[in-house]
């Protein structure tokens, strides 16, 4: 604000004369506001007063001794920059008065062509153009202080949902896993136990009276294997933990098919594993969900899943659909609205993840979705995370000395982590005479362990065991050792997991709830053939 008591003028001029005529014009001027006037002929002597003393103005002229033309604004600007510069010069020119204002002049007079009062009308104009100049200036830094704080706040909070999303999303699968084990575990183990009782009892039973209560109940018991089956398999499919990703979309493959009637086509190679978890189940919870939007939106029978390996540290899983199609813009930012929250958070989980998520679709035109993702999370050679539920390693446990002067009797290996259904499945083999169960291994290292040490002709595998899986141990075994048969036992009837077992050399795969009488005659056909049944 202009000082209430005196206005003070920095005058640069080099001619005496035309500084004293200026003085005597702003003397003569009826402005009712007082001034005082300090004269420096060069650029130098201006520079030396600006330091030593507050102006509210300055005239200036561009022809100087030691300064010519935009220079001499600079000079003064460069030392006071917020004090108004008023340009009296004799150039007429209109294009270096329009240089002169860029450069930071408020004004632009000639000399000869102003009397006192336009000059002194120029000189508050400036002063207040000023002060308007350096208000909006600061009012902009303060506004782009608060907006920038603001945004980072944004961003902060938003990488919290992200990640807070995130850790919803794992800690659902995680608990969908954990119930999943617990029925695979716990309840249906005891149902097969509980199975493997009433089939005896059918077998001994005469009383007709009995028998047909306990068959009753033997129903019962498969139909609730069966329920339980399906939910863990709804809950958590085991065959991506144990299988890997393109199997188990191979297996969602054929749900689709069986439930929805879409018929999808999956292309993909078996060796492109991501090798973190999280990123597997993202994976095929994502393209679930696609196929899923195929069914209710798309209005087709048909659909493409891709998975390809782009470099050694990136995959990408493509959805295709050739059905109506959608609004990209529309189904990614109208999150919630038309089915676009799942494409919202299939991007945000990607994205968190290291991944990202492209979208190729129009109205009438189908829809391409591809995932990329990231194949490891973890540094190259660090170690894996231990097998989910377990605390130190299960070992192999001996139950019968080996008996090599018996050759009649069949000897038998059991490998399987559930100590309820080895109790049970114990039962029913001791029950023949001509078979021996020569040890039992909780795991699948345990069970290649104590088949080198007890040499048996049968082995019963279970394909999900902690440390080494079933088709791994098997392999292995089968590749040292030729003359022993593998039978793969699994709580699930998926041919993936079949298909995997004889491929690795079992020579047969039967489920955990089959009739007790199919298992002895698939252990003797097995050993007696001596070939894959």
Known sequence: MI?????EILLVEDNPGDARLLQDLLRCTASRIPFSIMHAETLAEAVNCLRQRMFNVILLDLSLPDSLGMETIEGIHAVAPKVPIVVLTGVDDEQMGTHAMRRGAQDYLIKGQVDGRLIM???LYSIERKRIEEELKSLNETLEERVAERTAVAERRANQLRALASQLSQAEQRERRRLARVLHDGLQQLLIAAKFTTSQLLGKTEDSTLHEPVKQVDELLEQSIHASRELTVELSPPILYDMGLVPAL???ARQMCE??????????DPAVHPESEDIRVLLFESVRELLFNVVKHAGVDYARVQVQRQSDEEMKVVVEDYGAGFEVSKAQFNAGLDGGFGLFSIRERLELLGGRMQVYSSPNCGARLSLYAPMRLVEPGAPAPPFAGMTEPRLATPLQPVCETDSRKLRVLLADDHKIFCRGLMLVLQQHRDIEVVGQAADGVAAIDLARKTQPDVILMDVSMPRLNGVEATRRIMQ??????????SMHEEADMAAAMREAGA????????PPDVLIETIRRCLNEGAVA
């Open 3 to 7: 000082n209430e008591l005196q206005l």
């Open 250 to 252: 191979e297996w969602l």
């Open 259 to 268: 439930k929805h009637r879409l018929k999808v086509e999956i292309d993909g």
């Open 480 to 489: 040292e050792f030729s003359n022993i048969r593998v039978i793969g036992l």
């Open 121 to 123: 009308r120029a000189i």
């Open 507 to 514: 020579c047969a795969y039967l489920t955990k709830d089959g």
